[in-house]
C-alpha cells in the first residue's frame, strides 16, 4: 500500500510563508506526476499545483501562480509546496497526492490514485 504523509502546515499571518512537503512510502508506483489540492470548509478540493515527474514541468492554479512553487523533493516521490504571499483565502486543509497513469491531466481531482491525510493552514489577516 502506497502512504502519502504531509507536513509543514501552520497557523501564519497574511504575507508570511510556508513550505509544505510531502513523502510517499510502502509499495513502489509508476509515478506520473504529483499535486497539492486544497479544501476550505464547505467547499469542494480544489487544485492548487501539479509537476509531471518525468519532465518536471509544472502547472499551477490562478490563484497559486506566482506565489506558490511545487519541486521534486531530494527523495524519490517526495514533494514541496513553497507558498509565499500568504492570504487568508489560502486556509485550507492541503492534500498531496499521486498520479499513476496518463488517463488525465493534473489539475484533475479523479486522476489521482493516491492521498495524503491533509495539512492544515491557516492564514490570519
Known amino acids: 500500500q502506497v502512504r502519502l504523509v504531509e507536513s509543514g502546515g501552520g497557523l501564519v499571518q497574511a504575507g508570511d510563508s510556508l513550505r509544505l512537503s510531502c513523502a510517499a512510502s510502502?509499495?513502489?508506483?509508476?509515478?506520473?506526476?504529483m499535486g497539492w489540492f486544497r479544501q476550505a470548509p464547505g467547499k469542494e478540493r480544489e487544485f492548487v499545483a501539479g509537476?509531471?515527474?518525468?519532465?518536471?514541468?509544472?502547472t499551477y492554479s490562478y490563484s497559486a501562480k506566482g506565489r506558490f512553487t511545487i519541486s521534486k523533493g531530494g527523495a524519490e516521490n517526495t514533494v514541496y509546496l513553497q507558498m509565499n504571499s500568504l492570504r487568508p483565502e489560502d486556509t485550507a486543509v492541503y492534500y498531496c497526492?499521486?498520479?499513476?497513469?496518463?488517463?488525465?491531466?493534473?489539475?484533475?481531482?479523479?486522476?489521482?490514485?493516491?492521498w495524503g491525510q491533509g495539512t492544515q493552514v491557516t492564514v490570519s489577516s
Open positions: 510502502g509499495q513502489s508506483f509508476t509515478n506520473y506526476a
Open positions: 509537476i509531471r515527474w518525468s519532465s518536471g514541468s509544472t
Open positions: 497526492a499521486a498520479q499513476t497513469s496518463r488517463i488525465t491531466g493534473v489539475t484533475f481531482l479523479n486522476g489521482y490514485d493516491y
